[in-house]
Nanobody
Framework: QVQLVESGGGLVQAGGSLRLSCAAS??????MGWFRQAPGKEREFVAA????????LYRDSVKGRFTMSRDNALNTVYLQMNSLKHEDTAVYYC?????????????????WGQGTQVTVSS
């Protein structure tokens, strides 16, 4: 098992940037993902990074704006979010999985952080 703690959320104007961090404790060789959940909506996949080669995967609506990266020495993953839009407003969750897929769902991830709120004002 791995424990995950997110940070870096906040309030930002549309067009601005935020960087989310997710610190992991425990086993290191996990593929990591970011999900988000807006009020009244399902939790949706945002991005993932593979532990052994840093391959990344993004949902279409964030491609070119969001970048996921990892620092293995710190056992931390990041989500750099640029050109933020009002529709990016959500609670963002970090998650860990032992599998890799070209299409991730919530059920593929077994460990979750507590979430961090991102609010983008229009």
């Amino acid at each position: 098992q791995v424990q995950l703690v997110e940070s870096g959320g906040g309030l930002v104007q549309a067009g601005g940037s935020l960087r989310l961090s997710c610190a992991a404790s425990g086993r290191r060789a996990y593929n990591m993902g970011w999900f988000r959940q807006a009020p009244g909506k399902e939790r949706e996949f945002v991005a993932a990074i593979r532990w052994n080669d840093d391959s990344t995967l993004y949902r279409d609506s964030v491609k070119g704006r969001f970048t996921m990266s990892r620092d293995n020495a710190l056992n931390t993953v990041y989500l750099q979010m640029n050109s933020l839009k009002h529709e990016d407003t959500a609670v963002y969750y970090c998650a860990a999985t032992g599998m890799w897929s070209s299409y991730f769902t919530r059920a593929d991830f077994g460990s979750w952080g507590q979430g961090t709120q991102v609010t983008v004002s229009s």
